[in-house]
């Protein structure tokens, strides 16, 4: 091309970024061959939808690329992210050394952006890259908002086993353990950290995860609970490897449509199909119950509560298939049984929706830190965000702040 015609066509170009017309100057922020010094000229533009070319564009300069970082527009910033993520596994090595810093830079700036929707536009596009600082992903993984958080915590590369483990014991977003639990091939520690969080929706997807690696042991404590969660029975029906044991299990509680497609299984081996088909004939001879006889009051929570105890029967694993149950007025009962503790105090304890006083009160019955996690949730109307959940298998306060807990509701 002959230096006049190429000086044609810069002032063309020139004209066309100085057009009353946001529509030519938004067609030619999006040109791969658009000038340097005209696209940052653009990056300033009055135009939301112009500045998002430019945003876009992978000639943009990295001088104007740092104008944008800061525009008003959530939309041009997450942009931003999207290209700077994309031009990361494509430079050179020669490139990197010196441009692969401001990129960084200026995605990091981005992954801490007031709004979560640029943290979002990050998250998504930096999820599989193995080429990003894990500290940022890190960062993103923990974010309290889903939405940032969910895309690293399902693909990032960047996350080891420990990495997970660290966040399932520290999560704020709710759905985190569950977009963990879909990871690809998530690992047998992590997938028992998830169960332990009793997570119902994340032990769901991490049941319909056939590459998790859940041990037997893990898949046996899910089977325990499975009775009461019916989400959880079809990804059950379908999990591969069953033990012929948790197969009879399983088989003695699913709908019946779900026990017809267990034994359609073709994987099972014969010690889980023998099992499964002893299940079914088990379920079978079962009798229907006796009506009650109306002649007979029926037990109230409180006596059958008072009865327990004097067997020596009302314990944590009492209280906890009452949990499971719905059985709220006798977990009521039983609590003002094991904790010796007025029945009104017990009522205002529970009444009060406070997690730390739940967790007090399951502690004073002599119940397990993973009972009062549930006594929380289902007895004390604890939102999930604000319940308290073990750490480390042990109580989430001290002693002292147990007891005065209780002491401030009048224990």
């Known amino acids: 091309m002959s230096t006049a015609l190429a000086d044609l066509r810069y002032e063309g170009s020139k004209a066309e970024a100085a057009s009353p017309d946001p529509i030519v100057r938004r ?23 112009v500045r998002r070319e430019v945003a876009c564009n992978a000639a943009t300069p990295w001088q104007a690329d740092e104008l944008l970082v800061r525009d008003s527009d959530t939309e041009v910033r997450a942009d931003l992210g999207r290209k700077l993520a994309r031009l990361l596994p494509g430079m050179s090595e020669d490139a990197r050394e010196e441009v692969r810093g401001r990129v960084v830079a200026l995605l990091e700036t981005l992954a801490r952006d007031q709004a979560a929707r640029v943290r979002a536009a990050v998250s998504d596009a930096v999820k599989d890259l193995d080429c990003v600082p894990k500290g940022m992903v890190g960062d993103l993984a923990r974010d309290a908002v889903l939405a940032v958080a969910e895309p690293v915590l399902r693909f990032s590369p960047l996350l080891d086993e420990d990495d997970l483990l660290e966040i399932i014991a520290g999560t704020s977003a709710d ?19 998830i169960v332990a969080a009793e997570d119902e929706a994340a032990v769901a997807v991490l049941l319909a995860n056939p590459s998790a690696q859940v041990r037997e042991e893990t898949l046996d404590l899910i089977v325990q609970r499975a009775p009461g969660k019916t989400r959880w029975h079809a990804p059950l029906i379908d999990r591969p ?79 906890w298939e009452a949990l499971e149950a719905g059985r709220r007025d006798f977990v009521a009962a039983a609590l003002t049984e094991m904790s010796g503790l007025a029945g009104d105090i017990v009522g205002r304890i529970l009444a009060a929706h406070s997690a730390k006083g739940a967790v007090a009160l399951a502690w004073k019955a002599g119940l397990g830190p993973r009972t009062a996690m549930q006594i929380q949730l289902r007895v004390a109307g604890v939102s999930p965000r604000a319940a308290l959940a073990p750490r480390g298998g042990d109580w989430p306060l001290t002693q002292d702040e147990m007891k005065w807990h209780l002491e401030f509701f009048g224990a």
């Open 27 to 49: 067609r030619l922020a999006a040109r791969a061959d658009a000038r340097p010094e005209l696209l940052y000229f653009l990056a300033t533009d009055r135009v939301s939808e």
């Open 241 to 319: 490897a069953l033990p012929a044991r948790l197969a009879a299990r399983i088989a003695s509680f699913v709908a019946e449509s779900l026990l017809r497609r267990l034994q359609a299984r073709k994987d099972l081996s014969a010690e889980a199909r023998e099992a499964v088909a002893g299940a079914v004939k088990q379920r079978l001879a079962e009798a229907v119950p006796a009506a009650p006889d109306p002649a007979i009051p029926a037990e109230t929570a409180e006596a059958e509560a008072q009865r327990l105890k004097r067997e020596g029967k009302l314990d944590d694993e009492t209280v």
């Open 175 to 193: 759905g985190a353990l569950a977009a963990i639990a879909g990871r690809d091939a998530l690992g047998g520690r992590a997938a028992a950290a």
